[in-house]
Structure formats: C-alpha cells, structure tokens
C-alpha cells in the first residue's frame, strides 16, 4: 500500500475514532439534558373565572401560558405549522439532512448564516436544553440529543411541547394563549387565515405582530397560505376564502385583573398549594363581575360622599401639605342561603392601597352587634312586644372580677319616662346612639349613655333595636344575665370577647368577611354559613384539586329567627338606617358606628342577598363628626340594590315569613311578631295588656 494511500487510511480512522469517541462523550453528557426534556414541565398561568365561567384574571410568574394538550390542538393548527417549520416532521428522525445541506448552500452562497435547516426536535431541544450560540459543539449535541429525544417521546408528544413552549409574541407563550390574545377565540374556532398568522409568529414576534405590524402580519400569513396550496394540503377555495380574510384583532392583555382584592385572597386560601401559579390549575370562584362592579361601584360612591361632606363642613380648612388621606372602605356581598360571596371589594383604590380591608382589616363592631343579643332574648322566650326600661346605669366596674357575673354594682342613676321616642330621635341622633359610652377620668365607672343623653322609659325590644338605644340594650342584657350573652356570643363565632358589658355595645372587632359569617344567621333565617369564595380549583387534567366544604351551622329556628329579621325590616322602614330604604323591595339591616366615629358600618340583606359594607380610616382616628353608620354605609347599601335590579329585576322582594309566626296589631296601626315561644316570668309589663302570646 502507497505511504499516501496509508496516510489518508490512518487520518481517516483517527478522524472516525475522534468522532466516534466525542459522540460517545456528547452522548454520555445528554443523558441527563434527555431526562430534562422528557420531563420538562411549562410554567402554565392560572386562570380564576367567576361563577359564569368569564375571566376574572391570569395569575403567572415568569411567563403567561395556557397549556393545549395535543388533542386539543386542531389538524389544521399542525398542518400550518408544518408547512412552515418542518414540513418532513413525520418521515425523519430528528434531524433532516435535506434540509440541513439546502441551509448550508444558502449560507454558503450568502457568504453568512440566514438558514438553520433545523427540525421541530431540534427547535425543542435547543429551547430547553441548550443554548443559542451558534457553534459546531452546540449544533453537534443538538443533533445527537434530537435523536434521542425522538426515541424517548412520540412526534405527538413533541408537538404538544413545541407548540406549547414557542414564544408568539406580545407576552404569550403558546398557542393557545396567542389564539385568545389575538383573536379572542379557542383553537378550534380559529379560521384558516388566523392560524396562519399564528404560526408566523415564533420567527420573528415583533415584526409579525398583527397588533403592531397588521400589513406584514397579513403579508407573512399569506406567503404561508400559497406554502400549503402549493404543497397540496389546502384546495383551491380554502386558498382563496383565506387569502382574501382580514381577521379582528384584539389589542388587549389577558393578564388583566378585575377584581384584585379577590384575586388576592384567592391566592391567600391557596397558598398551601406551592404551584398555584405554574400548575395550570383553574380556580372557578362564587364571585359574579357584574355584582363586583356594582359594589366597586357602590364603594367609591359612599367614600365620594363622604369626602364631599368633610369638605363642606371644612371649607376653610386645607388639607395640610403632604398629608395622606387614609379614608377607605370595604364591601362584602354574599347569597344568603348559600354563603357564596358574589362580590368582595377590600378597598376604595387597589391601585393606591392593595391592604385588604374586607378580609385583613379587624375594626370596632359598634351597635351592629345588637341584633345578636335581641335574638338571646328572644331565643330565651322575650318577644319584640316585650318592654323593657331606657334608662340609664353606671357601672362600678367595667370588667367583671374573678369570671363571676355580678349585677350588684349597677344603680340607676338618672330616669325620665316621660320622653317621647318619636320625637327625640330624630335622624342624626338615631344614628349616633350607637356611641359606646364613656369612662370617667376621677373614676372607673363606665358610664353608658344614648347620644341626644335622653331616657325613654319603658320601650319594646323593637322599639329598642329601631332606634339602637344603648341604655335599654344594656338593661335587657343585665335582665337576661350577662354570662347567658356572652357564651352564646361565643357559640355564634364571635372571637376574643372581653369578658365585660363593652361588648354589648359593639367593642367586638372583626372584618367585614367576619361579619358577613355572622349576620348570616339572621339573612339565612338562624342558620350561619361559612362565606365561600372559592367555588372548586381543577388541575391541569381537569381533576378536582381542592374540597371545599359546606359547614352550615343551625343556631336557632327559621321562626325565631324572623322575630330579628322583623325587627332589622323596621329599622330599615323607620330606624336608624331608613337611609337604606329602596322602594319596591324588603330591606333589612342594623347600622353601626364605633366611639368618636371611628367606624361605620351597615349590615343588610334583602330576601336573597347580603350586604356589609364598612368605613374608615387606616390610621384608626375618626372618620369625622356625624358620619356614623346610618349617615355613611346605609346609603351605599340603597345605593347598591338600586343598582343590582336594574339587571336582576326578577330579584325575590318580599321576605318569607316561616310557620308557626302569627302576627299581632296593636292600637290599630302598630304589630308585633311572636312565636310559639313564652315570655319568662319575670316580664310583666307590655305595651298592651291585649296582647296574647
């Protein structure tokens, strides 16, 4: 054999062990990138949708994709993208030599790099696994881990990755989060002319953008529409219906957020969920967007009249330079008989202040307590006609000693039973009754009081709670003992009381959440329910991640329970918040204003629907002088309803009154409720010796 013959003989066998020995080593190093692609899992957004099915938001963390499992991907979406990328995609196995030596003469005669020839599996191989540098070691492992990829997955399971994984643009990763971006539509309702332009994308995002750039959107899309004619995969009339389409499109961005305090607390009940925002999973919420704008709505209307009145009243005052307004608000609207929230509003200005105040806030009760303590008496056999005195005692000591109830430091300290109830309470004082009382400095007696400082004798429960009279409330809760109050309170839900007559008046502090737990117990006619936000959370297989459970809890009997309701109706009729009222529907609810106004609230319900609604400041300092419950929140709560009928005219208006209630009239124009329930002995005097029980 020739020396050259035998030079080239061992220069090529070098070379082949060379190649031979670094695909050996390429291989060994890929094992692990294999693995990597095999089991790469896309971050997927999550998607939270109102009880309608419509998008509240999309939650993500790095990028913005919705997962399409190869079956949900149309043949035509495939096709296009073939037509376009890799033609060959079902015939090679992995790499695609014909196409690897076109892009090599084009380089070549370029005298640059214009052309790839890469395949799909290549394409995916370098996204996950590799980087973007253009060099032979870099092209060589792509070679090598795109044939081995398609031994370990299928051309489908492929496809499904590349598809999903490819950047389209204007922030969406994936095809089917471009198709809703774009064009508003599911795969599968894509035209021939859209998927086109679709699949144009991944090349160049920015300049076939149809939002920025429609004409070479259109121009690019077409280019690829005679592509597929003129390789046979579309006949002639497809060609030219697609040719001549200009399809719609959106300028918009679906990772908008509708409802961020409810987005938020979404994400809160979730948090045990560690992939809650990468998972893909869709959480379907009680929340309705019509009933969040309309309290959106509701809250901004209260907070601008508010603003208004303090403004008028301080006309001459000026804002001082640099001061921040803490004012603010929140809004809770629930079912009744479910306890499905359909709207949760945590703030005037999410985008000032993200503080939840509907769920994180804990604020002062004030007299929107009551009810709860005029339901004890009734449940304990007192009826709304029963009497009882308003009039005024101190107390030798505001927290009771040792746990022991004690009622011997009480004393009457002043009476006048010939005041007219009437007449003294007129609108501003009727809702500024709710006051808590006062300590005196030189000592520790607390000193309960009604605001205009009047006392009006013997008053019927309903008469009491009407008008939120803090003397006669105290007087019944001393009448039916003070222990009784508190361990039902306790049992109701009511958390960290204090163990002294403060509460009684509203010390309690809770958030607006809290508070729509409890006055379920009067909108659900005695039976509480937990509020549900969230209504079920699917994973990415459409399989039920989370169990949400329905705990109602019966506190007391439908027909007990409307003896309270009766009386929250009249209050809203005539009471402290007729600012609630609205014709042509029962309304029923209590006001509430904390000490020095601090807080106000106003809890409400119509047959169907609850309302809670509160202000005030951040900074806990007073809301301003006479904004109390009655004058701030049960306008919104009018406000509100007036709203929700305009598009749910067919919104149940008259409450239900439940078996075993009779109605009583007295003196022609007056009524009373009662049950078959007695009155305990030790109530003798009534408004009306007539009446039977």
């Known amino acids: 054999m020739p020396i050259a013959r035998k030079v080239l003989f061992t220069f090529l066998l070098l070379t082949a062990f060379f190649i031979v020995g670094l695909s050996s080593i390429i291989i060994y190093e890929t094992q692990s990138k294999v693995s990597e692609i095999k089991n790469y899992k896309q971050q997927i957004a999550l998607r939270i949708l109102d009880r309608k099915d419509r998008l509240i938001a999309n939650v993500f963390e790095d990028k913005f994709r919705y997962f399409a499992s190869f079956d949900e991907i149309p043949p035509r979406i495939i096709e296009t993208l073939l037509a376009v990328e890799d033609t060959m995609f079902f015939e090679h196995n992995g790499i695609n030599f014909d196409a690897i030596s076109r892009a090599m003469l084009k380089n070549i005669k370029s005298g640059g790099y214009i052309e790839g020839g890469s395949t799909i599996t290549q394409q995916l191989v370098k996204n996950i696994a590799l980087s973007n540098e253009k ?10 881990l795109a044939i081995q990829v398609e031994n370990v997955l299928t051309k489908e399971e492929i496809l499904e990755k590349y598809i999903n994984y490819i950047y389209f643009g204007h922030g969406y990763y994936g095809v089917k989060t471009a198709a809703h971006g774009y064009f508003n539509k599911d795969l599968q309702s894509l035209t021939l002319k859209e998927t086109a332009m679709l699949m144009a994308l991944p090349r160049a995002p920015s300049y076939y953008d149809p939002i920025k750039n429609f004409e070479f959107s259109i121009s690019r899309a077409n280019s690829i529409l005679e592509r597929m004619h003129s390789i046979g995969w579309i006949n002639k009339d497809e060609y030219q219906v697609a ?39 869709i959480v379907k919420t009680n929340i309705d967007l019509d009933y969040q704008a309309v309290a959106q709505k509701s809250l ?24 921040i307004d803490t004012l603010n608000g929140a809004i809770v609207v629930t079912e009744n008989g479910s306890g499905n929230i359909l709207a949760l509003v945590g703030g005037v200005d999410y985008a000032k202040s993200n503080f939840n105040r509907a769920t994180q806030s804990q604020r002062q009760f004030g007299s929107t307590i009551k009810p709860f303590i005029y339901q004890i008496a009734f449940d304990m056999g007192y009826s709304p006609a029963s009497s009882i005195s308003d009039t005024a005692k101190s107390f030798g000591e505001l927290t009771k000693n040792n746990g022991e109830e004690s009622s011997e430091n009480l004393e009457i300290i002043n009476g006048n039973n010939n005041q007219n109830l009437e007449t003294t309470q007129e609108t501003l004082t009727q809702n500024q009754n709710e006051i808590i009382g006062e300590i005196a400095e030189e000592d520790t007696r607390w ?37 009784n109050v508190y361990n039902k309170m306790t049992d109701y839900g009511f958390k960290n009381l204090q ?21 379920s117990l009067f909108s659900n006619y005695g ?23 329905d705990n109602p809890i019966e506190m007391t009997t439908k027909d007990q329970a409307f003896l309270t309701i009766d009386s929250l109706k009249n209050i809203v009729k005539n009471g402290t918040g007729k600012r609630a009222k609205l ?5 029923a609810g209590k006001t509430g ?59 149940k208006r008259n409450f239900d009154v439940p078996e075993g209630v009779w109605r009583q009239n007295v003196n022609g124009k007056d009524y009373y409720y009662t049950t078959k329930s007695k009155i305990p002995k030790q109530i003798t005097n009534s408004l009306n010796e007539n009446l039977i029980f």
Request: glycine content about 6%; proline content about 5%; charged content about 25%.
């Open 300 to 323: 901004v209307y209260g907070y601008n009249n508010i603003q208004k009145r303090l403004k008028s009243r301080n006309a001459k005052k000026e804002m001082p330079e640099g001061e």
């Open 527 to 549: 039976t509480i329910n937990e509020p549900k936000l969230i209504k079920s959370v699917l994973d990415i297989n459409g399989d039920e991640k989370y169990v949400i459970e």
């Open 583 to 587: 014709n042509g529907i029962e309304l």
């Open 135 to 144: 060099t032979i070691d870099r092209k060589i492992k792509e070679a090598i």
């Open 243 to 281: 040719i001549n389409e200009r399809p719609k499109i959106y300028n918009r961005t679906l990772s908008q957020n509708l409802a961020p305090y409810v987005v938020d607390e979404v994400l809160r009940q979730l948090s045990n969920i560690k992939d809650i925002k990468t998972g893909g999973y």
């Open 447 to 483: 000193r309960p009081r009604n605001f205009n400082e009047s006392f009006n004798g013997l008053v019927s429960l309903k008469e009491a709670l009407q008008y939120s009279l803090n003397l006669a409330t105290i007087n019944l809760v001393d009448l039916v003992g003070f222990y």
């Open 593 to 651: 204003t904390s000490n020095k106004n601090i807080d106000a609230w106003f809890s409400g319900f119509s047959p169907t629907l609850q309302v809670v609604i509160w202000y005030g400041r951040d900074d806990n300092t007073p809301i301003g002088e006479y904004e109390s419950g009655g004058v701030i929140s049960a306008p919104v709560f009018s406000h509100f309803f007036s709203n929700i009928l305009k598009f749910e005219p067919g919104l």
């Open 499 to 519: 163990k002294d007559m403060s509460i009684i008046l509203g010390s309690v502090t809770l958030s607006p959440l809290e508070a729509a737990r409890h006055y």
